[in-house]
């Protein structure tokens, strides 16, 4: 998985009403989407990738564990294309 392909942060349910189609959140390289979900956030974090991927709850956090300890597995390098 590219870290730099776009993705776009959903949010389910979107509480606040403003797109009950379920597109509200931030768009950006998947690397900025995964540094945009907050955990206190009474919602739930869905990330959709430029080839339709979608990340579920458990593949977000586990992903940025990944962004914040990079040197500690082989999948960190394999995200950014490095292993």
């Known amino acids: 998985m590219d870290l730099e392909s776009r993705a776009r942060l959903v949010y389910w349910p979107d509480l606040d009403g403003s797109d009950s189609s379920g597109h509200s959140g931030h768009s950006g390289t998947l690397r900025d989407v995964l540094r945009e979900v907050d ?44 292993c």
């Not at 206190?40 to 709850?57: A, F, H, M, Q």
């Not at 564990?65 to 995200?79: G, I, T, Y």
């Open 39 to 82: 955990g206190s956030d009474e919602r739930t974090p869905w990330i959709v990738t430029e080839n339709g991927k979608i990340l579920r709850p458990r593949e977000i956090e586990a992903l940025k564990a990944e962004l914040d300890a990079p040197s500690k597995s082989c999948l960190s390098r394999a995200l950014s294309r490095s």
